[in-house]
């Protein structure tokens, strides 16, 4: 009969080939791209007034050199604890050439190098520059450092998002503002056999399963080309808030006059207007022409700009509104009211979307106060 030792030496697992362990990864891996400066129309010198003005918050001066340009590529569009920064490129001006440094872990046990490296290029630097970063990048690369347990380097930094400002400059005109479209309608850039941001994810799990770097080839170029191109944007940008008369497109114009009125600027903003006073864009320039005055006080040049656009009969019933009340409220020509109330009323009768009750009621406490007079 078999001793208790007999049987557990039996049950025991034959030697067999010992199980291979995964080295220790030392860094994550590094490429680099160098642009000659000559490719780049940024200056070297780049005044916080206008960037602040672009930001709509306080950005100090700085030299390009100092601004770091960020983008990632991801696993996911969400910020959920599953999603990671796979991919990071940063950009940044040195000497006579613009130098692209992209991070990638090709595992995850790579993440804490790729963002040790990271924290280094945004600490180095004075400005931040993203395009979209404040809403996803950044936000997701604060929530990575945190499972990491790693001290957030960023939040403070000066940071310009180059897509808020990009949509107020010219999603008027071109609707879609991603870097893509950008990128076709501003600098005339036409990217060749792009791989669609949709497919990102896929790609980068498909290489941790079957390590063919080759899948990951077109998501590094792609990664590169947004970094370039945020340094493209922020000079076109830069130089339609310096110079807005520049932008060759009424929409555009209009657009940078709505950023002035915006930020207080309002003489800025009307000669905006003035400039984009033709064609289609002509209503809306008059319109927001009006207003400015009108809310700056100045009823005298409002009512030049209603009466043209009445003459041309532009804006359906709302300058011969704006009429009345001047009339009735700052000239006190209760007549001239009424008689604009009057032909509201009838320009509004054939228009259902009208508010036609408060229309005659308007027109009757004219009449009380014209019979009192």
């Given at each position: 009969?078999?001793?208790?030792?007999?049987?557990?030496?039996?049950?025991?697992?034959?030697?067999?080939?010992?199980?291979?362990?995964?080295?220790?990864?030392e860094?994550?891996?590094?490429?680099?791209?160098?642009v000659?400066?000559?490719?780049?129309?940024?200056?070297?010198?780049?005044s916080?007034?206008?960037?602040?003005?672009m930001?709509?918050r306080e950005?100090?001066?700085?030299?390009?050199?100092?601004?770091?340009?960020l983008?990632?590529?991801?696993t996911?569009?969400?910020?959920?604890?599953?999603?990671?920064?796979?991919?990071?490129?940063?950009?940044y001006?040195?000497?006579?050439?613009?130098?692209?440094?992209?991070?990638?872990?090709r595992?995850?046990?790579?993440?804490?190098?790729?963002?040790?490296?990271i924290?280094g290029h945004?600490?180095?630097?004075?400005v931040?520059?993203?395009?979209?970063?404040?809403?996803f990048?950044m936000?997701?690369?604060?929530?990575?450092?945190?499972?990491?347990?790693?001290?957030n380097?960023?939040?403070?930094?000066?940071?310009?998002?180059?897509?808020?400002?990009?949509?107020?400059?010219?999603?008027?005109?071109?609707?879609?503002?991603?870097?893509?479209?950008?990128?076709?309608?501003?600098?005339?850039i036409?990217?060749?056999?792009?791989?669609?941001?949709?497919?990102?994810?896929?790609?980068?799990?498909?290489?941790l399963?079957t390590?063919?770097?080759?899948?990951l080839?077109?998501?590094?170029?792609?990664?590169?080309?947004?970094?370039?191109?945020l340094?493209?944007?922020?000079?076109?940008?830069?130089?339609?808030?310096?110079?807005?008369?520049?932008?060759?497109?009424?929409?555009?114009?209009?657009?940078?006059?709505?950023?002035?009125?915006k930020?207080?600027?309002?003489?800025?903003?009307r000669?905006?207007?003035?400039?984009?006073?033709?064609?289609?864009?002509?209503?809306?320039?008059?319109?927001k022409?009006?207003?400015?005055?009108r809310?700056?006080?100045?009823?005298?040049a409002?009512?030049?700009?209603?009466?043209?656009?009445?003459?041309?009969?532009?804006?359906g019933?709302?300058?011969?509104?704006?009429?009345?009340?001047?009339?009735?409220h700052k000239?006190?020509?209760?007549?001239?009211?009424?008689?604009?109330?009057?032909?509201a009323?009838v320009?509004?009768a054939?228009?259902?979307?009208?508010d036609?009750?408060?229309?005659q009621?308007?027109?009757?406490?004219?009449?009380?106060?014209?019979?009192?007079e």
């Open positions: 009969m078999l001793s208790l030792r007999d049987k557990l030496k039996a049950t025991a697992p034959t030697a067999g080939k010992p199980k291979q362990v995964k080295p220790a990864p860094d994550c891996l590094l490429r680099e791209t160098v000659p400066l000559k490719q780049f129309t940024l200056p070297d010198f780049l916080g007034q206008t960037l602040t003005l930001q709509g950005i100090p001066d700085c030299h390009r050199e100092e601004i770091c340009f983008d990632t590529e991801t996911g569009l969400s910020h959920g604890a599953g999603t990671v920064a796979f991919l990071v490129g940063v950009g001006f040195t000497g006579d050439t613009f130098v692209v440094r992209q991070y990638l872990m595992d995850y046990d790579e993440e804490i190098f790729l963002l040790n490296h924290a945004i600490e180095k630097s004075r931040l520059c993203t395009f979209n970063g404040a809403t990048d936000p997701l690369l604060e929530s990575r450092y945190t499972m990491q347990r790693m001290r380097r960023y939040r403070e930094k000066p940071h310009v998002d180059l897509l808020p400002i990009s949509r107020r400059v010219w999603k008027l005109r071109l609707k879609k503002c991603n870097l893509t479209s950008l990128e076709e309608a501003v600098l005339g036409q990217r060749q056999d792009d791989l669609p941001g949709a497919l990102v994810p896929e790609r980068y799990f498909s290489f399963k390590r063919d770097f080759s899948l080839e077109d998501i590094l170029e792609h990664n590169a080309q947004d970094i370039i191109s340094a493209h944007i922020l000079d076109r940008l830069m130089r339609l808030h310096d110079a807005p008369l520049l932008a060759e497109e009424p929409e555009d114009v209009y657009s940078l006059g709505k950023i002035y009125e930020r207080g600027k309002h003489d800025r903003a000669m905006c207007y003035r400039a984009a006073d033709q064609g289609s864009m002509s209503l809306l320039a008059r319109g022409m009006a207003d400015s005055y809310h700056s006080g100045d009823w005298e409002a009512a030049k700009v209603y009466g043209k656009m009445i003459a041309q009969r532009q804006g019933v709302g300058p011969l509104i704006a009429m009345a009340k001047i009339c009735e000239t006190k020509d209760i007549p001239a009211a009424i008689e604009y109330t009057r032909r009323i320009l509004a054939d228009r259902p979307d009208s036609m009750p408060a229309l009621k308007r027109y009757q406490r004219l009449m009380m106060k014209a019979r009192k």
